[in-house]
């Protein structure tokens, strides 16, 4: 009989929040009925994160806004140490100048930014919430804190 190779995930995504801070009309936490809503504690972050000793990506979101779950930048840090890659999906409203600057502080790779719409009017009528402008300050005012810092991470897309 010849030994079977047993290879582990190298690869995980884990949802650190599923709360939100919008009601998107194409979304399955605004459609369907769930379970309430919760964070994910960093006791049970590092419980699942250290059953895979060799974790080479993590993506920090599912249904849930990540930047809501104050943790978050615990929970990059520790996978940074680790020597993983680490970035997420958000909507971008809750990146406050303190929220972006923890960030940054823990290595994050990769901001994501999820929009729908290229427009105040279309933003609101998916997303269902006005937060369009506010957004794109929060944005601008993260890059542009990560210039003054000479900080290449995490790399921000749209």
């Given at each position: 009989?010849t030994?079977?190779l047993?290879?582990?995930?190298?690869?995980?995504?884990?949802?650190p929040?599923?709360?939100c801070?919008?009601?998107?009309?194409q979304?399955?936490?605004?459609?369907?009925?769930?379970e309430?809503d919760?964070d994910?504690?960093?006791e049970?972050f590092?419980?699942i994160?250290?059953?895979?000793?060799?974790?080479e990506r993590v993506?920090?979101h599912?249904?849930g806004?990540?930047?809501?779950?104050?943790?978050?930048?615990?929970?990059?840090?520790y996978?940074?140490?680790?020597?993983?890659y680490?970035?997420?999906?958000s909507n971008?409203?809750?990146?406050t100048?303190?929220?972006?600057?923890?960030?940054?502080?823990a290595?994050?790779d990769?901001y994501?930014?999820?929009?729908?719409?290229s427009n105040?009017?279309?933003?609101?009528?998916?997303?269902?919430v006005?937060?369009f402008?506010?957004?794109?300050?929060?944005?601008?005012?993260f890059?542009?804190?990560?210039?003054?810092q000479?900080a290449?991470?995490?790399?921000?897309s749209?």
């Amino acid at each position: 009989m010849t030994p079977q190779l047993v290879t582990l995930p190298r690869s995980i995504y884990l949802e650190p929040t599923s709360r939100c801070n919008e009601f998107c009309q194409q979304c399955p936490r605004t459609l369907l009925s769930r379970e309430d809503d919760r964070d994910l504690s960093f006791e049970n972050f590092r419980y699942i994160v250290d059953q895979f000793p060799v974790l080479e990506r993590v993506v920090l979101h599912g249904l849930g806004e990540p930047l809501l779950n104050k943790e978050l930048p615990r929970m990059v840090r520790y996978l940074k140490d680790r020597g993983t890659y680490v970035l997420f999906n958000s909507n971008g409203i809750a990146l406050t100048p303190k929220c972006g600057q923890a960030l940054i502080d823990a290595g994050l790779d990769e901001y994501r930014l999820s929009m729908d719409g290229s427009n105040r009017e279309t933003y609101a009528l998916i997303r269902g919430v006005d937060a369009f402008e506010k957004i794109w300050r929060n944005v601008k005012a993260f890059i542009e804190l990560q210039k003054a810092q000479n900080a290449s991470k995490p790399a921000v897309s749209l």
